[in-house]
């Protein structure tokens, strides 16, 4: 067994191998903590067929007994991947996918498991750390190794890899990874952080963490000192049918500057592909060549263009952003709904406000708790005018609607300003590039159509960046053909203040600090131009909720009064339904949730409840209503769930032979609050509030009396 053991920025950090899963190709064990992760590593055998793609797949598990829990369900055993498994899976692809070699056909497989918990100790950050680790003493020539570290902000200060508990009421919980140089990935999310401030962090990062983690997990390089094996790697430039592809692509590829429009684009583009292919008579298995030489032959000219000419695709210059639309209320039945299109990429988002019986319970190694917001991204394939199965969400829709959820989470109104439960529905009808920062964008407009008290406008805008050499050219709101050629997707979604959400992926092995910083500087640019143009649809959320959408008021009471407000059996609550026709959710802590489809209502369940739970003043004069009569007095209900005895001699002025002769069940009678007991026991006299009032009988009372 090898193991390194170091204390990183206040925490334990031990990376060690050579006793779980020795039959992987490699695996490390990384603990921090109490959490501990297994990343395994195997390669298969090169595929019959030639590829050109990375065939890489990361699957990242959690064991719930990791944190000690038997699994819900009627199964009782892990299904599926949950969607927050699904979002690390693609948190450590993306940090390790930059790190393989073109023409790899062996298929790489990493699993991490999840195998213990302290419910402190995320398991992201190990998960990358493993996988990385693994990766480099496979014997696969890596040419090198990544770290990854967490940064949340608190007090005034950075903290690196903060615990669960660190983190929260942290204005950032960003998770990056890459070397103490260059930065591979990041994924994260802000409440509104200064750009400069953010970068400040990431420096930090890699200084202080990231450098150490890289010296145990090279320190570990060592120790193990694999040995190399053959892998299939094949070089497509070299392949004479790659040559011959490629010499016909270069005669007619610079047309595609003719066609600004990608459904032109496309149809010239498959045009000319099947020309080359049908000339050089290929079968299915060399097509690959084919295909490699088409893609490269496009990526060297459009670059090339960009480089020389600042000369995009579209026409626009490095710094320009396509036409914006934004249209709100479009919709009628919805609580709320935008359209936001910027040049080809078109995100019809909707909002649905719901009550706290439509929160969704996420039960997570961490523990169980409630999510009020939720935000859906839905990428169906005419977006992109293609035919394709539909079998419910993708990684890929997960991933950007959990970016474009982060995004808008920090500029939410707190629950006791609005009580609702919101569900954000973000569908794709068109798209070109940057289709999850167009669904932040339609997100803050729908919000805002649908009358949520949002704290700030939220855009976003997407950043690519073409280099060569010495030479790089950082390009705006870019489209999907300057993702496929170009060498980073940056997306950025902020408000005026600050950033809220930020996600980059590389595809080479590293980006400088000073091209980061200027990243960073033109998106902010871009996207105060983008909240101008949203401004100009709706500049403030409405001043009241759709009529169609629930109506709420979220009340705070004293726990000690949930018992009065039930009732015994429930009686006290299912009264109050009953004559309002209110909804009323009672959770922990005394919140009470009430809702309606009419404020009417709401109102009403709402004083009853009041009522309800206010304190019984000694001394004090109530309108009460007779609820039972017996020879010695009567019962009367002062408020709903309260009753207390008028005894027969407090009744009226004179001898009462027969209470029957005075009172009945139902009537409506003054009484005051003459005693206590220790108890709570409640003595009434009807006598005494007559006489307090002046009047002989309630017929002589009105409401300003008391």
Do not use: W
């Not at 719930?64 to 927050?84: H, L, S, V």
């Not at 193990?224 to 430039?237: C, H, L, M, Y």
């Not at 490629?246 to 066609?259: Q, T, V």
């Amino acid at each position: 067994m090898i193991e390194i053991k170091r204390n990183i920025a206040g925490k334990d950090l031990i990376i060690s191998t050579g006793v779980l899963a020795r039959q992987a190709t490699s695996s490390v064990s990384v603990r921090l903590g109490d959490t501990e992760v297994l990343a395994t590593i195997c390669f298969g055998e090169p595929r019959e067929s030639p590829i050109d793609f990375v065939p890489l797949v990361v699957d990242y598990r959690e064991r719930t007994y990791a944190a000690g829990k038997i699994p819900g369900g009627f199964f009782k055993r892990e299904g599926k991947p949950t969607e927050a498994e699904i979002l690390i899976s693609r948190l450590v692809d993306r940090s390790i996918r930059p790190l393989f070699p073109k023409g790899l056909q062996n298929e790489v497989q990493v699993m991490i498991t999840v195998l213990s918990s302290d419910q402190e100790n995320p398991t992201d950050v190990p998960s990358i750390i493993g996988a990385s680790t693994a990766l480099l003493i496979s014997g696969f020539p890596v040419k090198r190794c990544v770290s990854a570290c967490k940064i949340g902000y608190k007090n005034d200060k950075f903290i690196f890899n903060p615990t669960i508990s660190e983190i929260e009421n942290s204005l950032l919980e960003v998770v990056i990874s890459g070397t103490p140089d260059d930065v591979i990935m990041i994924e994260g999310k802000a409440k509104e952080f200064e750009e400069n401030k953010l970068l400040e962090g990431i420096k930090e990062a890699q200084s202080l963490v990231l450098k150490e983690i890289a010296e145990m997990q090279n320190e570990i390089y060592e120790r193990v000192s694999p040995e190399g094996f053959k892998f299939s790697i094949i070089d497509f430039e070299s392949n004479p049918i790659s040559k011959k592809a490629e010499e016909l692509f270069e005669k007619k590829i610079s047309k595609i500057y003719e066609f600004p429009s990608k459904k032109e684009r496309r149809v010239f583009l498959k045009s000319l592909y099947e020309d080359v292919k049908r000339s050089l008579n290929v079968d299915e298995k060399s097509e690959v060549y084919v295909n490699f030489s088409f893609n490269e032959v496009l990526r060297s000219y459009v670059r090339k263009r960009i480089l020389e000419e600042n000369l995009r695709i579209d026409g626009r210059g490095p710094d320009d952003i396509r036409v914006i639309d934004c249209r709100v209320g479009l919709l009628p039945r919805t609580h709320g709904s935008a359209l936001f299109t910027r040049g080809e990429t078109q995100a019809l988002v909707t909002t649905t406000l719901g009550t706290a019986q439509d929160m969704q319970i996420m039960d997570e190694l961490e523990g169980v708790y409630k999510k009020r917001f939720m935000l859906h991204y839905n990428f169906p394939p005419f977006a992109t005018g293609e035919v394709k199965p539909s079998r419910g969400p993708s990684r890929r829709e997960i991933g950007h609607g959990a970016l474009a959820e982060r995004s808008i989470e920090a500029v939410l109104p707190d629950e006791d300003e609005f009580p609702y439960t919101i569900r954000v529905v973000s569908d794709i009808l068109e798209s070109n590039g940057s289709s999850s920062m167009a669904s932040v964008c339609g997100a803050t407009l729908s919000l805002m159509d649908a009358g949520v008290p949002l704290k700030n406008m939220v855009s976003g805008v997407a950043m690519g960046l073409v280099k060569e050499l010495d030479k790089e050219v950082i390009l705006t709101d870019i489209l999907g053909d300057e993702d496929h050629v170009g060498d980073m997707d940056l997306k950025i979604a902020g408000t005026y203040n600050g950033v809220t959400g930020i996600q980059m992926d590389l595809k080479v092995e590293g980006l400088s600090f000073s091209t980061l910083e200027k990243a960073f500087n033109k998106a902010k640019e871009a996207r105060l131009k983008i909240l101008e143009k949203m401004k100009e649809a709706i500049s403030s959320p409405r001043v009241s909720v759709s009529k169609y959408a629930p109506k709420i008021v979220r009340l705070k009471v004293s726990p000690s009064k949930i018992g009065e407000i039930i009732g015994p059996g429930g009686k006290t609550i299912k009264k109050i339904i009953e004559e309002t026709e209110a909804k009323i959710e009672i959770e922990e802590g005394g919140i009470i949730y009430i809702s309606a489809d009419d404020m009417r209502k709401v109102n009403d369940a709402k004083q009853m409840i009041e009522f309800l739970i206010q304190d019984v003043e000694l001394g004090k004069i109530y309108k009460g209503k007779v609820v039972r009569v017996a020879s010695f007095g009567a019962f009367v209900e002062i408020f709903p769930g309260r009753e207390g005895l008028c005894h027969i001699s407090q009744i009226d002025f004179g001898r009462v032979n027969s209470i029957y002769d005075v009172v009945k069940e139902g009537d409506e009678i003054l009484v005051k609050v003459i005693n206590i007991d220790s108890l709570g026991r409640i003595n009434l006299s009807r006598k005494e509030a007559l006489r307090e009032l002046g009047i002989r009988n309630e017929r002589e009372y009105t409401d300003k009396d008391i």
